[in-house]
């Protein structure tokens, strides 16, 4: 049996992205989507959104139009996804989240959402980043106290946040893994003349320009030699897939808080 989904946002850069793949998944029905009740892309049809030609579902801007989705997914802005959590919880429907930008607080409070509904939070959705995360802990384990680490990343003119989430995903990992804080390690930009390296920072550089869709390096840079881990997207539907394959685990999953790591299988 195939997993209901429904996009919310389905008219942006990441939403159109999520219609194709959904509209072409073997295990998924697309049901539906969802734009906000001032988009001038209300009524229109989700294929024609997505260039993939008409589908027949036409894009609404009522949540309460979509009740026969199974699972939700939201890469919109940090405070429709908020508001969307709490009618998916309150409808008691599933979400995976692929906005980024929260704060503590907002991580916070989507955590306690998962004590009445799964939800799944993640910075990144494709299954190479998340591969890499985890490649991370084993490089941190490794060599992370002998060496200094440098987390690169590079996206699109039109993304807002920064660092991106998945950068500091990665810094999260590797701060977590040697036991340090990375809200006092972080080291976000540097100018001037600074003192030598602190080697217990974790430093943060990050560039913006044109139409890259992403790119993540961890360099572990020691006297004489340096490992560096990338991973570098080049479509926006290696995200849309890694959504879909995340929409259809949370489906089966009891009420909690996960990512994509329990996705893959990759906790510990």
């Given at each position: 049996m195939k997993v209901k989904v429904a996009i919310l946002g389905c008219s942006g850069r990441m939403g159109r992205n999520l219609i194709q793949a959904a509209h072409e998944h073997e295990s998924i029905e697309l049901v539906g989507g969802s734009v906000r009740n001032t988009?001038?892309?209300a009524g229109f049809d989700l294929g024609e959104?997505?260039?993939i030609g008409g589908i027949g579902i036409k894009a609404v801007t009522d949540n309460e139009q979509l009740t026969?989705?199974?699972?939700f997914i939201d890469f919109t802005s940090i405070e429709t996804t908020l508001e969307n959590l709490i009618w998916c919880q309150t409808h008691n429907k599933a979400l995976v989240i692929g906005t980024t930008g929260f704060n503590d607080e907002q991580v916070a409070t989507i955590e306690s959402a998962g004590k009445k509904m799964p939800v799944l939070l993640a910075p990144n959705t494709s299954v190479g980043v998340n591969l890499l995360f985890k490649l991370l802990e084993i490089t941190a384990k490794a060599i992370g106290e002998h060496t200094d680490i440098e987390i690169f990343e590079a996206h699109h003119r039109f993304k807002k946040d920064a660092p991106s989430g998945t950068a500091v995903k990665m810094g999260q990992v590797i701060a977590d893994t040697l036991g340090r804080d990375l809200a006092t390690c972080a080291v976000y930009g540097r100018e001037g003349i600074t003192d030598e390296r602190d080697k217990d920072t974790i430093g943060f550089a990050t560039v913006r320009a044109g139409d890259i869709v992403g790119e993540h390096?961890?360099?572990f840079a020691d006297i004489g030699e340096r490992l560096e881990i990338t991973h570098k997207a080049s479509?926006?539907?290696?995200f849309a897939l890694g959504a879909m394959r995340a929409a259809f685990w949370l489906n089966n999953a009891p009420n909690g808080y996960y990512d994509m790591q329990d996705v893959l299988g990759l906790k510990n």
């Open positions: 988009s001038s892309f959104l997505a260039g026969d989705a199974d699972v390096t961890a360099f479509s926006r539907m290696t």
